[in-house]
């Protein structure tokens, strides 16, 4: 029977794309798995994997499992070594037209943006870009809502059903919206990398992992574009992501950009931390991009979080305002940033920030 | 050969957003500007052109009818033709109806062999970069998306495409589609002799019965919000946070306070 989109009854289980690069796969598809998890408990379906590459490593494939995957599809063959849209998207979407899964996960990575829309398309369903939260029942969703909006919960009325309830920034972060897919499946969802936590890996639930081999049908005629080089970029990127503290520098430090990113170095490293940016300070060229906190740039939810010199724009809160602790330091005594705080100090951020250093440093030699 | 160009005028973002009891965003309560990474397609559409003989570059939009001052700004860059698919029919429109609509009007236009349609990544209103991907899925044509630079030489199109630790450098058949960065290029303003000419250029609207008999779309129930597979389930504002321990002063005391706080908390 021709595969069909609308017939809802026929899809079971949550799917997870586990995207690898050289071989090593991405802690994105770990997060997800963590999360796809609860979903799967919720609807009380299995967890399955999804691992594309050439030479796939079978201790990887299993490893999954120790994430929270019940199952493991390997599709494993030379042609998807590397990410190509033609060869991913065919395969993928073959593997849904055969076992059909209620919903189908995807890291937002550049990648996973490439992806995801075009499997949706060849598939006709929805798909939910770049969401930070996921429910399938609605009184977790309504717990949820509790905590992060300003609707009066229990006097609002929802609609009832196991249907994926998909949330996402719109508007540039002005404004939340939970999107659902009710007449189509799989539901799919690009999922921004770092929102979702990595659970323990369980070392026993890795044992008992189920891989199921795929038959790959795929040949070089399937695949319209000529991958010539992978090139990665000289610099150590800054792994804003897994850091436990972050010290970012927004706008003020414009007066002396190179000053004010030293300050933030210096804060960080006695801190034990990396240096984020917000995006002016990146759009400006004082930063490079992997930096970058916020809507348009990485999810962060750090320890600590200090923001000098950040006012605090919708944009930017998107990023970091789910951080343990936010220290901000700004002139601005009525910058947006101070109502996201835990702690404030109005003033210099080319004062305040080596004043900070220096009190950390002697209250951490004191301690030692 | 052909550029077609999709852009998008968009609510800009960074300025007051008005949202509807529908959760849906009340466009018309707000300023708008051309898309940024449009812009940078455009751009690129432009810098071919410059360089290639007989290339001909067709801006399209979807959008209500104000939509005409921005693609009459693509005219004024240099653009050559516009299209504005215009329709009650095609509102509420989610990525899916959205790319089906798009595709629709871009197949009528027609896509021959050595053409190349130019999207931008993503719109600051919705950041879902899916419109792109999705035209060239319903299109048949192969996509490279994050394209920071592109290289075309006697119909050979080599491209640049962002990771976020580098970047692949691909070889891509024509006709595809490449959705463009701002890394991309710099946009051109518009010229005085742009704006002279900009409503002297081929300029057509197509509306719901223009585009009815593509396969793409063949029913009402096909486009707009009824034409989509997701729906807006709860939309909802974040709350304000109330404002934390704002310390006294600025001074080293200030800080030495704040650290002592941070010790006893088991922060640091």
Same mark, same amino acid.
């Given at each position: 029977?021709?595969?069909?989109?609308?017939?809802?009854?026929?899809?079971?289980?949550?799917?997870?794309?586990?995207?690898?690069?050289?071989?090593?796969?991405? =802690?994105?598809?770990?997060?997800?798995?963590?999360?796809?998890?609860?979903?799967?408990?919720?609807? =009380?379906?299995?967890?399955?994997?999804?691992?594309?590459?050439? =030479?796939?490593?079978?201790?990887?494939?299993?490893?999954?499992?120790?994430?929270?995957?019940?199952?493991?599809?390997?599709?494993?063959?030379?042609?998807?070594?590397?990410?190509?849209?033609?060869?991913?998207?065919?395969?993928?979407?073959?593997?849904?037209?055969?076992? %059909?899964?209620?919903?189908?996960?995807?890291?937002?990575?550049?990648?996973?943006?490439?992806?995801?829309?075009?499997?949706?398309?060849?598939?006709?369903?929805?798909?939910?870009?770049?969401?930070?939260?996921?429910?399938?029942?609605?009184?977790?969703?309504?717990?949820?809502?509790?905590?992060?909006?300003?609707?009066?919960?229990?006097?609002?009325?929802?609609?009832?059903?196991?249907?994926? %309830?998909?949330?996402?920034?719109?508007?540039?972060?002005?404004?939340?919206?939970?999107?659902?897919?009710?007449?189509?499946?799989?539901?799919?969802?690009?999922?921004?990398?770092?929102?979702?936590?990595?659970?323990?890996?369980?070392?026993?639930?890795?044992?008992?992992?189920?891989?199921?081999?795929?038959?790959?049908?795929?040949?070089?005629?399937?695949?319209?574009?000529?991958?010539?080089?992978?090139?990665?970029?000289?610099?150590?990127?800054?792994?804003?992501?897994?850091?436990?503290?972050?010290?970012?520098?927004?706008?003020?430090?414009?007066?002396?950009?190179?000053?004010?990113?030293?300050?933030?170095?210096?804060?960080?490293? &006695?801190?034990?931390?990396? &240096?984020?940016?917000?995006?002016?300070?990146?759009?400006?060229?004082?930063?490079?991009?992997?930096?970058?906190?916020?809507?348009?740039?990485?999810?962060?939810?750090?320890?600590?979080?200090?923001?000098?010199?950040?006012?605090?724009?919708?944009?930017?809160?998107?990023?970091?305002?789910?951080?343990?602790?936010?220290?901000?330091?700004?002139?601005?005594?009525?910058?947006?940033?101070?109502?996201?705080?835990?702690?404030?100090?109005?003033?210099? $951020?080319?004062?305040? =920030?080596?004043? $900070?250093?220096?009190?950390?440093?002697?209250? %951490?030699?004191?301690?030692? | 050969?052909?550029?077609?160009?999709?852009?998008?005028?968009?609510?800009?973002?960074?300025?007051?957003?008005?949202?509807?009891?529908?959760?849906?965003?009340?466009?018309?309560?707000?300023?708008?500007?051309?898309? #940024?990474?449009?812009?940078?397609?455009?751009?690129?559409?432009?810098?071919?052109?410059? +360089?290639?003989?007989?290339?001909?570059?067709?801006?399209?939009?979807?959008?209500?009818? #104000?939509?005409?001052?921005?693609?009459?700004?693509?005219?004024? @860059?240099?653009?050559?033709?516009?299209?504005?698919?215009?329709?009650?029919?095609?509102?509420?429109?989610?990525?899916?109806?959205?790319?089906?609509?798009?595709?629709?009007?871009?197949?009528?236009?027609?896509?021959?062999?050595?053409?190349?349609?130019?999207?931008? @990544?993503?719109?600051?209103?919705?950041?879902?970069?899916?419109?792109?991907?999705?035209?060239?899925?319903?299109?048949?044509?192969?996509?490279?998306?994050?394209?920071?630079?592109?290289?075309?030489?006697?119909?050979?199109?080599?491209?640049?495409?962002?990771?976020?630790?580098?970047?692949?450098?691909?070889?891509?058949?024509?006709?595809?589609?490449? +959705?463009?960065?701002?890394?991309?290029?710099?946009?051109?303003?518009?010229?005085?002799?742009?704006?002279?000419?900009?409503?002297?250029?081929?300029?057509?609207?197509?509306?719901?019965?223009?585009?009815?008999?593509?396969?793409?779309?063949?029913?009402?129930?096909?486009?707009?919000? @009824?034409?989509? #597979?997701?729906?807006?389930?709860?939309?909802?504002?974040?709350?304000?946070?109330?404002?934390? +321990?704002?310390?006294?002063?600025?001074?080293?005391?200030?800080?030495?306070?704040?650290?002592?706080?941070?010790?006893?908390?088991?922060?640091?």
């Amino acid at each position: 029977m021709a595969f069909n989109s609308k017939d809802t009854a026929a899809f079971k289980g949550v799917w997870v794309f586990c995207e690898q690069r050289d071989g090593v796969i991405l =802690g994105t598809g770990y997060q997800l798995l963590s999360e796809g998890r609860k979903l799967a408990d919720d609807l =009380g379906v299995e967890l399955c994997g999804v691992l594309l590459g050439s =030479g796939v490593n079978e201790q990887f494939a299993k490893a999954l499992g120790g994430y929270g995957a019940d199952k493991v599809y390997v599709c494993d063959h030379p042609l998807l070594k590397d990410y190509t849209t033609d060869a991913y998207t065919k395969v993928l979407c073959d593997l849904v037209e055969e076992y %059909k899964p209620e919903i189908f996960l995807i890291g937002a990575t550049n990648i996973g943006r490439d992806l995801g829309p075009r499997v949706a398309a060849r598939l006709h369903t929805g798909l939910t870009a770049d969401c930070t939260h996921l429910d399938i029942d609605v009184e977790k969703y309504k717990a949820f809502l509790k905590t992060t909006s300003t609707i009066d919960v229990d006097n609002t009325k929802f609609e009832d059903s196991k249907n994926l %309830k998909m949330t996402r920034p719109a508007f540039g972060g002005h404004l939340m919206a939970t999107i659902v897919c009710p007449d189509y499946r799989p539901q799919m969802s690009t999922v921004r990398p770092g929102v979702m936590q990595t659970a323990p890996y369980n070392e026993e639930t890795a044992a008992r992992t189920q891989l199921v081999k795929i038959d790959v049908q795929l040949s070089e005629s399937d695949i319209h574009v000529d991958l010539i080089e992978i090139k990665k970029s000289a610099k150590k990127l800054v792994d804003l992501i897994g850091a436990d503290v972050v010290v970012a520098v927004g706008r003020g430090i414009s007066a002396n950009p190179k000053r004010g990113i030293e300050i933030a170095e210096e804060l960080a490293n &006695v801190l034990g931390g990396v &240096v984020g940016a917000s995006r002016a300070v990146v759009d400006a060229g004082l930063i490079s991009q992997d930096h970058q906190v916020g809507q348009t740039g990485k999810t962060v939810h750090p320890k600590i979080y200090v923001a000098l010199g950040i006012s605090g724009a919708i944009q930017h809160l998107a990023g970091m305002q789910d951080s343990e602790v936010i220290i901000s330091v700004n002139k601005n005594a009525s910058a947006p940033i101070f109502d996201a705080s835990t702690y404030g100090i109005v003033g210099d $951020l080319f004062k305040v =920030g080596p004043m $900070l250093t220096e009190a950390i440093a002697k209250y %951490k030699a004191a301690k030692a | 050969m052909k550029i077609i160009v999709c852009v998008k005028q968009v609510p800009d973002t960074s300025g007051v957003v008005a949202v509807k009891e529908d959760g849906t965003m009340d466009r018309a309560a707000m300023a708008t500007i051309s898309n #940024p990474d449009d812009m940078n397609a455009l751009e690129a559409a432009l810098q071919i052109k410059e +360089t290639n003989k007989d290339v001909k570059v067709v801006v399209v939009s979807m959008g209500p009818p #104000p939509t005409e001052s921005m693609l009459r700004e693509c005219l004024a @860059r240099g653009a050559d033709e516009a299209y504005l698919i215009s329709a009650r029919e095609f509102g509420g429109a989610d990525t899916w109806a959205t790319s089906s609509t798009i595709t629709a009007a871009i197949e009528k236009i027609g896509v021959e062999k050595d053409d190349i349609v130019l999207c931008g @990544r993503q719109a600051i209103d919705g950041d879902t970069a899916q419109v792109g991907p999705q035209i060239a899925e319903k299109l048949g044509l192969p996509q490279v998306t994050y394209v920071t630079a592109i290289d075309y030489k006697d119909g050979k199109l080599t491209v640049r495409r962002a990771l976020e630790d580098g970047y692949m450098t691909i070889g891509v058949e024509t006709p595809c589609v490449l +959705t463009c960065i701002k890394e991309l290029n710099e946009p051109r303003y518009m010229s005085v002799s742009g704006i002279m000419e900009c409503y002297a250029k081929p300029y057509t609207v197509w509306d719901f019965e223009a585009l009815k008999d593509s396969k793409w779309i063949s029913a009402v129930e096909n486009v707009g919000l @009824r034409g989509s #597979p997701t729906q807006v389930y709860k939309s909802f504002s974040p709350p304000v946070k109330g404002k934390g +321990t704002m310390m006294e002063g600025a001074d080293k005391a200030a800080c030495e306070q704040l650290v002592s706080i941070l010790g006893e908390k088991h922060i640091i």
